[in-house]
């Protein structure tokens, strides 16, 4: 006898879950704050919807979600030129690599860059804002693990990028972002971020992803970007 098959999820089943599991990382954000002794609402959620299609992100922004991340320019144009017409309020950050031939399309479609890491992609971001006449707020990406085959400035030339950025060249520096690496601990770098956005005088640090957010809003983060947590398992990239 053939064993029966369990039937596939519906689209109604991924709607259902992604709502759910956005309510319960709001949830835990409270919670986290409230552990914190932070004011309610101090923590901002990007729910990071790389990967996802726009069928599966509508559920989402239907159960009252309005700021999303995506890593890759040319994913984003796919799908977001029309959800954004759909939903005017919602804002779009970039967290991933940004390369410079790909500013201008950047410029055009996010609200928010968090992901500026080198002296010639702000030069480049700060010609292409003034040419579109779009001032967006940016973070600076600091490689606290000074890894290798990461993105970001090192920690050691983090403050005169930040004064070049800023004061030079005039960008909305917000704050800073990082990625830990994945076999440390979590808390190591976040409080090297937080050191080094206080003695700057910045107070945006966009830390803390699925398995670490709750970490993070300890060591003072104020955006946290989350994705499989509400969407599930990353879906190969198209």
Avoid at 151 to 178: K, N, T
Wanted: aromatic share 4%; proline share 5%.
């Amino acid at each position: 006898m053939a064993l029966s098959k369990e039937p596939a999820a519906t689209q109604v089943d991924v709607a259902v879950n992604s709502a759910t599991n956005l309510a319960e990382v709001q949830a835990l954000i409270a919670a986290a704050e409230q552990a914190a002794g932070r004011s309610a609402g101090d923590v901002v959620l990007v729910a990071v919807s790389k990967t996802q299609g726009a069928e599966d992100i509508l559920p989402v922004i239907q159960a009252g979600q309005r700021l999303f991340g995506e890593n890759r320019v040319q994913e984003a144009q796919g799908k977001w030129p029309d959800l954004k017409a759909a939903h005017p309020d919602l804002r779009l950050h970039l967290i991933g690599p940004l390369q410079t031939n790909k500013v201008k399309d950047a410029v055009a479609l996010f609200d928010v860059i968090e992901t500026v890491d080198r002296p010639k992609l702000a030069r480049v971001l700060a010609k292409e804002m003034a040419k579109q006449d779009r001032r967006l707020d940016c973070f600076i990406q600091v490689n606290t693990g000074e890894e290798e085959q990461k993105a970001g400035i090192w920690p050691e030339d983090a403050d005169a990028f930040i004064a070049l950025v800023r004061d030079e060249l005039g960008l909305s520096v917000r704050g800073l972002m990082c990625i830990p690496p994945v076999e440390e601990e979590c808390s190591l770098h976040f409080a090297l971020l937080r050191e080094i956005a206080q003695r700057n005088g910045l107070e945006g640090l966009s830390m803390g992803m699925s398995a670490d957010y709750e970490v993070a809003i300890q060591f003072g983060a104020t955006l946290v970007r989350v994705g499989t947590a509400i969407f599930g398992a990353r879906k190969p990239h198209p």
